[in-house]
């Protein structure tokens, strides 16, 4: 029995393939390996996916690969007619998400994909793509309040009793800061898929501000601080040697509270890491 994806409407993301059925159109290439069909549709099945030859019974998802290239599995479909194809059933109500290789990397590592738009082409008639964003690699999915794993707070050898009031502290913050950002007309997201795993970032025109998050409750500031600085900094170090002349990083430690030290402050700026703190968040 055929599975068929019901969804009413998208909200601009892929989150999972379970429950997908693909096709695909053009060379598939990702982190650097050219993925033939078979296993394009092995790793996506891996997914809780099923794919299929064209576009038909069904298709939920298109993943759009590069047909510059002569190496492609099936000569005898085209980019052009799986767009159009594609376009049709979102004209006509049915949303069919489409995504590039990088975005089917994502979905097969586990991670959300961006759903590409289509427009019309200058000329008219044929869909195309709407490019990626340069933003698309260093930012993830919208971020979300959710329960975090404890571990890395057991590493850092502290009182067991403050664990839970540490995480509750810091999805609190977590949740004002996506609420404060909100206002300001700012989403707030998740690390990309080959990002490091910073807490949350955001794009304001051509910056991007990567944030580490820190509660201050139950445990020691000065070594939670230190802690989110050495963090910071090297998430930013990280994005900037990868991205060269693209978007401007911008370094960001988000506290639960005020310091009580003001001596971070001074800190802070001498190394370049904006410095904020809920429910305020002055300066962001």
């Known amino acids: 029995m055929e599975v ?17 059925t693909l096709c695909f159109t053009g060379k598939v290439v990702v982190d650097g390996e050219w993925l033939v069909r078979a296993e394009c549709g092995r790793r996506a099945k891996q997914r809780g ?13 298109v993943v759009h690969g590069d047909l510059s290239s002569k190496q492609v599995s099936d000569t005898r479909r085209n980019y052009s007619d799986t767009l159009i194809a594609a376009d049709r059933e979102r004209g006509l109500g049915r949303h069919v998400h489409v ?36 933003t698309y690699n260093i930012l993830g999915a919208p971020l979300q309040v959710q329960r975090r794993g404890l571990s890395t707070v057991q590493e850092l050898n502290v009182d067991l009793s403050s664990l839970d009031k540490g995480t509750a502290a810091h999805e609190r913050t977590v949740g004002l800061l996506i609420q404060h950002l909100a206002h300001r007309g700012h989403k707030a997201h998740t690390f990309a898929r080959n990002s490091p795993r910073f807490d949350a970032g955001w794009a304001v025109e051509k910056e991007i501000f990567v944030a580490e998050v820190k509660s201050l409750t139950g445990t020691s500031q000065d070594q ?3 802690l ?27 506290l639960e509270k005020k310091p009580a030290d003001d001596r971070w402050n001074t800190l802070t700026q001498a190394v370049g890491i904006q410095l904020t703190w809920a429910p305020g968040f002055q300066g962001i």
Do not use: M
């Open 4 to 20: 068929r994806v019901v969804r009413q409407a998208c909200d601009g993301w892929v989150h999972g393939l379970k429950g997908e």
């Open 49 to 61: 996916a099923t794919a299929k030859t064209d576009f038909s019974g069904g298709v939920s998802l």
């Open 99 to 134: 995504v590039n290789e990088d975005g089917f990397g994502n979905l097969i590592h586990g991670f959300p994909a961006r759903c590409l738009e289509l427009r019309a082409s200058s000329r008219g008639g044929t869909p195309a793509v709407v490019p990626p964003h340069p």
């Open 224 to 226: 939670q601080i230190r």
């Open 228 to 254: 989110g600085v050495g963090q910071v900094l090297d998430y930013a170090h990280q994005l900037r040697a990868r991205s060269g002349t693209g978007p401007l990083i911008r370094p960001v430690l988000v």
